[in-house]
């Protein structure tokens, strides 16, 4: 084969989910034994891209070559037609849980099978041992992968992956859960593989990794290529944001409410989130403030929030608020379809479910209040519906939104947890919510968001809390810029 | 809505054109009238096949009959509603009575040979059924059991628990304060139909107005959205064990009292009937929707059918088998009208 031709060619791929515009016409190029690093922030399309790359999540339109299988996409699922040619690692892990570790590192691997299909369980173990060592494991083959944690599970996914010994791989945000030094193992291994002509597609938020492992670089912005191939002995870390970042479109910007003499609202001592051991967490909110905590998947932002806002208990430390009842606080979890509403009954339903007891009587039946007081929270939430009674399950994704954060202001609470606050909301919606926090910053409460977004909380947050394996690691105050923003994010700055 | 070609959308509530009559179809659906017609219908047939059915003396006896299963099937709803099951309820139905009736009569009759007042019989059966009810719902919150497989077990264990504690035999007469309730009249009525009308009323009420049936529908339709809104999901799952349990121990009292006997069959099959007539009065097995007013349908449609066929002289091997033919039937009708109405997809 000729070692110029390139070994993946995505030409005009175009991807739509509802009204969003994922993908614009995106080409991109592989050449082998390369290490390509895809960059963007959040919403860019790199996950996008590479889900259309290995057909996870089909491309609508454009055209798809992998050495020597060509696919047309027009959204139908081609996925099985370059399982030979192509791995992908996604962002979260996708392990069996229920079977062990040798029968998830091979369980799409032909090499253990006899030719009647029936898989060799002595052979399997053996090789998953070797394999192990090989990468300086020490698991035990015949764990279950449920029980590994959550280091050892993204590894397993990645040695799955490399394992099968197909051309091209990619990894996207492989380092999310990994230590140091099983950063170390991974790199050995990509470049080991590298060197024998495997193709690596590289996604990651932390640019010291891209200029340790990359060779070319591609950046995308709103779905749209910025840079192509550059190698990444042309850039630096001031490039790189700036081409990432853009322009800066109309957008409404934050407002600074934050009343720096007020009563603390919640305020967390030296406490401990499961599953972050020694994270010894402190943090204030303020009234009127918005404070905004970010940091990469799986760094424990949301296990935080959660602690927060008492929906999970601390392992140790103290949490006070002005309150004494933790349901007090308005709570919007991160994902609506599975937390936020209960799909077969009403708008209603739904809002008063947050506040049951503020809206009965002495004997708990519900009171004639409720009718008022929904109405008012579905008009300060900006719901749009024919109707109180209409199931939420029917109402549109900004609406189902409005309705949970209508839910969570129920029983008028000093401090709002929102996680993902503006998730798969088209962005009138988006803007709306936006308004909504902000004003509930101007009546003197106080909001806490978690988000994965940087223009989100660019336009939301007057203190932005970077939190890094269960720990504070960085803040920004006041009147930062968006590149700060993001090169704190980066985890350069 | 304004014409002016932008497309400015107002907040708030507006009506979307929806004509009346869909709403009505809607509501109709929704608050569990769609087997009322069906009943009608049965009620005019009969009325036509035999001419007994009308009268009054046999409608008392339709509602008397159909009273036990009706306390049974609103129990049941209470955890069909919060998206369990408990198959134990029918071992309750026999076993409750049966402790009460052996703790009350006299050894030469086959009891315990205790003989305590005859008050504290139904406080026995209904502490009992309480007991089981809490049992099952600490199985189910505090162990983590799923509820199809530890209610099977307690019903076999109720069972088996029959048949030792009475040694095999049914208790005859087991004194006025056990059987009141099944065998007396007030007002020219059965006080077994005037328990089942305001039971259904009362749990009806709760249901619609208050904020425990407002949280049993909650956690019945997402227990994790009700939980991040602050509803105490396990107290309330908990809960609605202990209430179906002391429905179930109550119909048990009452089957006893019109049986004016604690027999060891007592309630044997009336889990699957109860079921049936849940399910035919729209209550959703995946939990989160059904009202009392579709399950008293559900329930008198099972009595009038069981009545009209033994009035029809129907061989009684056939009863049974129709009426599971039946049972299908109307399922199929409560589902298809649940799926026109609404959108949203019932798992019934």
Known sequence: ?493 | MTIDGTTTQKSGIQSDGQSKLAKFGSAFVAQGFTMYPVLLLLVIVGAIVAPRFLSTTNLINILDQVSVLGLTTIGLTFVVLIGRLDLSLEGIVGFAPMLAAIMLVPAAAGGLGIQLPGWTGLVIALGTAGLIGWFNGFMVVKVGLNPFISTLGLLVLLRGGILIISKGRSIYSPGEALTYLGSASLFGLPVSVLLFVLVAVVVGVVFHFHSYGRALYAVGGNEEAARAAGINVDRIIWSAFIYAALLSGLAGVLMTGRLDSAVTTQGQGIIFSAFAAAVIGGVSLGGGRGTVIGVVSGVLLIGVINNLLTLADVPSFYVQASTGAVIIVAAVLTTLASRRSGSVKTRT
């Open chain 1, 1 to 493: 084969m000729d070692s110029k031709r390139p070994i993946v060619e995505m030409r005009n791929i175009a991807k739509t989910f509802g009204s969003t515009r994922a993908l614009r016409g995106v080409d991109f190029t592989v050449m082998p034994g390369e290490v390509h690093a895809l960059l963007g922030r959040n919403g860019a399309g790199k996950s996008t891209l590479v889900s259309a790359l290995s057909g996870f999540t089909p491309a609508d339109t454009g055209t798809i070559r992998i050495a020597d299988t060509t696919i047309e996409a027009n959204g139908q699922n081609y996925a099985a037609a370059i399982r030979g040619v192509m791995a992908h690692v996604q962002q979260t892990p996708r392990l069996f849980d229920l079977l062990t570790v040798a029968e998830n590192l091979f369980v799409e691997n032909a090499s253990v099978r006899n030719k009647f299909g029936f898989v060799s369980h002595k052979a399997m173990l053996t090789r998953a041992a070797q394999l192990l060592t090989e990468w300086n494991l020490d698991i035990n083959p015949s764990a279950l992968a449920g029980e590994l944690g959550a280091g050892s599970r993204q590894l397993l996914e990645i040695m799955k992956a490399l394992s099968r010994g197909v051309p091209v791989m990619i990894l996207d945000e492989p380092t999310a859960a990994l230590s140091n030094a099983e950063k170390r193992i991974l790199f050995e291994h990509v470049k080991t593989l590298k060197a024998r002509g495997v193709s690596f597609v590289y996604i990651s938020h932390h640019l010291d990794e891209v200029f340790e492992v990359a060779d070319t670089v591609t950046i995308l912005r709103d779905g749209q290529v910025v840079k192509a191939r550059e190698p990444v002995s042309n850039l630096d870390v001031e490039t790189i944001a700036n081409l990432m970042m853009g322009e800066k479109t109309s957008r409404s910007s934050r407002e600074d409410h934050t009343n720096h003499q007020g009563q603390i609202l919640l305020e967390a001592n030296e406490i401990e989130i499961k599953g972050f051991p020694d994270s010894k967490v402190n943090i204030q909110v303020l009234p009127g403030e918005i404070v905004a905590l970010a940091g990469p998947v799986g760094s424990g932002k949301e296990e935080l929030a959660l602690v927060l806002a008492g929906q999970t208990a601390a392992i140790s430390g103290k949490i006070t608020s002005t309150r004494a009842n933790f349901p007090d606080m308005g709570f919007v979890p991160n994902d609506r379809h599975i937390s936020g509403y209960v799909g077969i009954l009403g708008i209603r339903e739904n809002v008063s479910i947050g506040g049951l007891d503020r809206l009965s009587n002495t004997f708990g039946f519900i009171s004639q209040r409720e009718d008022s007081h929904v109405r008012r929270l579905v008009e300060q939430t900006n719901v749009i519906a024919s109707s109180l009674d209409k199931p939420v399950s029917q109402l549109s994704g900004g609406n189902q939104q409005k309705v949970v954060f209508a839910r969570s202001l129920c029983r008028d609470p000093d401090v709002i947890v929102a996680l993902s606050p503006t998730r798969g909301v088209d962005v009138g919606a988006k803007e709306q919510l936006y308004a909504l926090l902000r004003n509930l910053a101007r009546e003197g409460r106080g909001v806490v968001v978690v988000s994965d977004e940087e223009d989100e909380i660019e336009q939301l947050a007057n203190r932005v809390v970077i939190v890094f394996e269960g720990k504070i690691v960085d803040q920004l105050v006041g009147n930062y810029k968006m590149k700060d923003l993001i090169l704190h994010m980066e985890g350069v700055a």
